[in-house]
């Protein structure tokens, strides 16, 4: 009963975030339009599955029209495979993510990027943060996808069915670039 009650609560907590974080990422954002970016460069918290995920679709799909695609992660201190479980995911779509190894902002040249694209609104904060001059460049990955939704990792929960949801939703917002 009480693990039923904290479930509920739970998904009407993140329900509720979700709404609050859009409607603060369209208060603060900056209405600029990068037409057509050279060089785009994903962001997620490890750099193991979302942003990793994300570059690899993005560049499969690109038939070379961006010069540039990268991902990284803003805490990654240990450079590390995708779980076996993200791996399968992307597989089942015909992408490979067997040699990708995670790697932090550090590593990344952002300020040569034109567009920056955060996973969820606390990334995109903190992006902000450390590069406030680039704001108009950082964007969120749900302001391209058909239904505004947090791009959450997969290694909360159920990993495998999460890997396969993770696929998906980064998916939608990558293939709307």
């Known amino acids: 009963m009480f693990e ?11 329900l509720y975030r979700n709404i609050f974080e859009s409607i ?29 995920f994300a570059e690899k679709l993005l560049k499969e799909g690109a038939y070379g029209h961006f010069p540039a695609i990268e ?8 450079r590390s495979p995708p779980p076996f479980e993200a791996v399968c995911a992307a597989d089942k779509i015909g992408l490979d ?16 990027a034109d567009l920056i694209l955060a996973m969820e609104y606390w990334h995109y904060c903190k992006l902000v943060e450390f590069f406030p001059h680039k704001r108009r460049h950082i964007k969120l990955l749900r302001e ?3 239904f505004p939704g ?6 909360q929960g159920d990993r ?12 939608n917002g990558v293939l709307a670039i």
């Open 71 to 78: 991902s990284c992660g803003l805490d990654v201190e240990v």
């Open 4 to 14: 039923k009650m904290r479930a509920v609560k739970k998904k009407v907590y993140l």
């Open 97 to 112: 993510l067997k040699n990708h190894l995670s790697k932090g902002i550090e590593c990344c040249d952002l300020e040569s």
């Open 160 to 171: 495998v069915l999460r890997s396969g949801k993770c696929r998906s939703d980064s998916g």
């Open 150 to 155: 947090p791009q959450k990792s997969p290694v």
């Open 144 to 146: 391209f996808a058909p």
């Open 24 to 52: 603060a990422y369209r208060i603060v954002r900056k209405r600029s339009v990068v037409r057509t970016p050279k060089k785009i460069v994903f962001v997620c918290t490890g750099n193991i599955c979302r942003s990793a």
